[in-house]
């Protein structure tokens, strides 16, 4: 997948700004990813404005910026498949088809949420789209993933199982266990790192020996692949072969996507000056590497849309969204006597 660069390249914002060759993609598989890219974005930047109004009372960890890697890697799934998010999860639940207005209404805590307005921004499911939940704890649902793996190869489904993690997950001791599993037992479990470079305010290289996380699955003997998670053609071609080995060998495999976030770790903010090398320059640089700014100038150049259908498609989306959270906020709260409900199972 590294092509003129190299991958160490990855690393640097200077590297990786240019557009890219889109052939052999069609025009409408073009026009779908890059509406979902929009959507994650307008939605991400309406929620972090919503926060900021205190509109939204519980914290949110936004993916703005990373975009490409849950689009890309969700046009290669299917229904059938078990898919784990993390404590930065909008992106994950929104590039597989779940419903935007279901996600707002379990943001401001309404029962037509998809956690019926119990669980906020990191408690998130749609079991209709096959995601499996998303938990604050921090590689907390990796190891779900390879439960849900065993349940596959008991089975004999061709369905995988994929968990999405950040490179702060990878300093968990679950996480090294979970490969362990997954390899011995030959596990049909696609581990995705989003190395957004910063574990919570802190510069991966300052907490590890290498930037790179990929050398866990080296350890393990697991295939992997190291992709510019800022694009999002890349990220498809990636996925797509490695999640067609996993059908046919039922072996896990690892994807390390380079991305950056352009929200800090919670909430609106930018955060500028944490860490080290998160400064207002760096910042400046990473965006010109932006998921969206980079495949909508590399349609353009190419002709498969003009500025201006893209500019439409944009608004279209933007309206259809401000249109969903003025009608989410009209939908019944959660009711304070069902608060024990759905606590245990009752089997009748």
């Known amino acids: 997948m590294i092509k003129n660069n190299t991958t160490e390249d990855l690393l640097d914002p200077n590297k990786y700004q240019d557009n890219y060759e889109i052939s052999p993609f069609s025009k409408e598989v073009c026009e779908s990813l890059f509406r979902k890219l929009v959507l994650i974005r307008e939605t991400e930047i309406k929620i972090a404005n919503e926060r900021k109004l205190n509109n939204i009372k519980g914290p949110v960890h936004l993916s703005a910026g990373q975009e490409a890697v849950s689009v890309g890697i969700s046009e290669n799934v299917k229904n059938s498949d078990y898919i784990f998010g993390n404590h930065r999860s909008h992106a994950h639940i929104l590039s597989l088809g779940s419903p935007v207005d279901k996600l707002f209404a379990e943001l401001i805590g309404r029962s037509t949420g998809l956690s019926k307005g119990y669980g906020g921004s990191m408690h998130l499911v749609d079991m209709d789209v096959g995601f499996m939940g998303s938990v604050p704890i921090v590689a907390g649902t990796v190891s779900m993933a390879v439960g849900a793996g065993f349940a596959i190869s008991q089975r004999k489904s061709d369905s995988i199982s994929i968990a999405y993690l950040g490179d702060g997950a990878v300093e968990e001791g679950v996480f090294h266990e979970s490969l362990n599993l997954a390899k011995v037992n030959n596990l049909p479990v696609l ?26 699955a080296k350890s393990n003997l697991i295939e992997y692949k190291i992709v510019d998670g800022n694009n999002v053609l890349d990220v498809l071609r990636c996925s797509k072969e490695l999640i067609k080995n996993i059908r046919e060998t039922k072996e896990p495999k690892f994807i390390e996507a380079i991305t950056y976030r352009m929200f800090g770790h919670v ?82």
Not at 193 to 212: A, G, Y
């Open 267 to 348: 909430d609106w903010r930018e955060d500028i000056d944490v860490g080290t090398n998160r400064c207002e320059e760096s910042l400046r640089k990473w965006k010109l590497r932006c998921p969206i700014k980079r495949f909508q100038n590399s349609l353009i150049e190419q002709n498969f849309f003009s500025e201006s259908e893209l500019d439409s498609i944009k608004l279209e989306i933007i309206n259809a969204l401000d249109y969903s959270w003025q009608k989410v906020t009209n939908d019944p709260l959660v009711d304070k006597k069902s608060l024990l409900n759905n606590v245990y199972f009752e089997n009748k």
């Open 191 to 216: 581990f995705v790192v989003e190395n957004n470079l910063f574990s919570s305010h802190m510069d991966i290289d300052k907490r590890q020996p290498s930037s790179f996380t990929s050398r866990f």
